[in-house]
């Protein structure tokens, strides 16, 4: 067993917290010692290793208000609404009913539980003219409207919580449908111990008789010989030391390699700068499509390349975009060069030259969008794309790669959306839940490519691809709703993110 001296600052704490009761919830434990929740953790376990508290798992009823409590607590209950239309001079069931505050389903309940509340005096309403007449009660709160107000306030209670009046107003309310909703609440209950109670027993406040500290002067002196010194106390503030790391975004990236390589894939790389031959014409996209106007895309300016693919490959790819689109296909306008706008130039390219029986490849780099910059939109940023090819590839075996991708990422509610894309059919757009936001999200794009694209590089099994934006990753991950943030060097920000992100 422990004794008193070897007990550090934070078992103390939570020690004293844990006294007027000998058991109290982790929650209510951590708030009633006032320590952080790291630090109340990390105590929690120094006491349970020394046999000084214990933990039960235990589970509570929450209640709250359903839709009808809810309006219930705002508009007045059926009775109260029916006591309110009789002070008005309706005191009839006719008249009560012509205000139309309350429905024909109401009026029976509203009648019964006002009488029940002695809020109404019935003596003449098995006379002729059925008149309904007010006591002197008919002002008081009943005991559900008094638990109704206050879970309209708290909007969450444990039934443990609840007086014995409010536990027969819970009782009464439950049976009206959609009043309240029932939850279980489980949680974990500290307990002290027969040992944490001996230590209670003794003077936990003899904290200040406790050197904590050696000096340089304590031990010049002499007093060392003389002072009563308390355990080593591991958990006090060190020196903060920022040491150089890589950038955040950076980390997310080689992550995404190593989640693609773990998958079967090799990466593939090549130029930001591309012709619009590969950027654009190999995709089948035509040259008067508004993607590679100057506005969506960057141009460098006075260079072509002329030696972009070989003669096949530009007579193969100009046949197929005359026929499709059914104009006049012009070599000038595909040997402009271009900032890629997606990392597809280079691994269509990668197939187009190989060509493949079966291969999984990825990319991954900058990418250039002539875009107005905005809280969700960058000029330049980071896009990952994987392609796989294979005899039987299929829609099923996409989704089911998505679904691996992201869910190594740690997102596990994905969903498909049906969308269009020049150069994938069927295509799909992929949607993530973020918890933050409570909402579905956006995160690319994904199909298989039309055999426009692969029939005239010479690629003869499907071509499954689907891309991301890093960005877009980074932000779920570190809970950002402003892009431009991974760009910011805040340095306070950088420092605060942890190496690991769990």
């Known amino acids: 067993m422990s004794n008193n ?6 078992e103390r704490s939570l020690l004293k917290a844990l006294a007027p009761n000998g058991r109290m919830p982790l929650e209510k434990l951590i ?20 046999n000084l508290i214990s933990s039960n798992d235990k589970s509570s009823i929450v209640i709250s208000l359903g839709i009808s409590g809810t309006e219930a607590a705002k508009q007045g209950l059926p009775e109260r609404r029916f006591v309110n239309i009789i002070k008005e001079g309706n005191k009839t069931l006719t008249s009560i009913l012509k205000k139309g505050l309350l429905n024909p389903n109401e009026i029976n309940a509203a009648l019964a539980n006002a009488k029940r509340n002695h809020w109404i005096d019935l003596s003449q309403f098995q006379t002729r003219d059925k008149i309904i007449l007010l006591t002197s009660s008919a002002d008081n709160l009943s005991s559900e409207e008094k638990l109704l107000q206050k879970l309209f306030k708290q909007n969450n209670m444990e039934i443990y919580e609840l007086s014995e009046e409010e536990r027969k107003a819970f009782d009464l309310l439950r049976r009206r449908p959609n009043y309240v909703v029932e939850t279980e609440k489980k949680y974990s209950e500290i307990v002290l111990s027969n040992a944490g109670k001996k230590i209670l027993e003794s003077n936990l406040n003899d904290e200040a008789i406790l050197e904590r500290s050696l000096t340089p002067e304590i031990i010049t002196s002499g007093k060392w010989r003389s002072i009563n010194f308390g355990s080593i106390d591991v958990v006090s503030p060190t020196p903060v030391l920022y040491p150089g790391r890589q950038h955040p975004l950076i980390d997310i990236i080689d992550e995404v390699k190593e989640i693609f390589v773990s998958l079967g894939f090799t990466e593939v790389d090549g130029s930001v700068i591309q012709s619009s031959f590969w950027n654009f014409d190999a995709l089948f996209i035509p040259q008067d499509h508004p993607a590679r106007e100057m506005q969506d895309t960057f141009y460098i300016s006075g260079i072509k390349q002329d030696n972009f693919a070989t003669s096949n490959q530009i007579q193969r790819i100009a046949d197929i975009q005359k026929e499709g689109w059914r104009y006049d296909w012009n070599v000038e306008e595909a040997k402009r060069m271009v900032l890629r706008t997606h990392t597809t130039s280079v ?3 990668y197939l187009a030259d190989n060509k493949p029986e079966s291969a999984r490849i990825f990319s991954i780099g900058r990418v250039f969008r002539n875009e107005k910059i905005s809280y969700k939109h960058l000029a330049e940023f980071n896009q990952v794309e994987g392609i796989l090819t294979a005899r039987d590839a299929s829609l099923r075996d996409l989704m089911g790669l998505q679904s691996e991708f992201y869910a190594k990422l740690g997102i596990k509610k994905i969903k498909f959306w049906p969308t269009f894309f020049p150069y994938t059919e069927p295509s799909l757009q992929s949607m993530v839940y973020n918890d933050d936001l409570d909402r579905w999200v956006e995160m690319g794009g994904m199909g298989i490519f039309r055999p426009e694209v692969t029939q005239p590089l010479g690629i003869g099994n499907p071509v499954l691809a689907w891309g991301v934006g890093i960005e877009r990753i980074a932000m779920m991950r570190f809970g950002l709703d402003d892009v431009r943030d991974l760009y910011d060097n805040n340095l306070r920000w950088l420092r605060s993110l942890p190496r690991c992100q769990l």
């Open 347 to 349: 691994t269509i390219r």
């Open 5 to 10: 001296s070897e007990l550090n600052p934070i």
């Open 31 to 50: 708030e009633a010692a006032s320590l952080g929740t790291d630090k109340a953790r990390r105590g929690i376990e120094w006491l349970k290793f020394k």
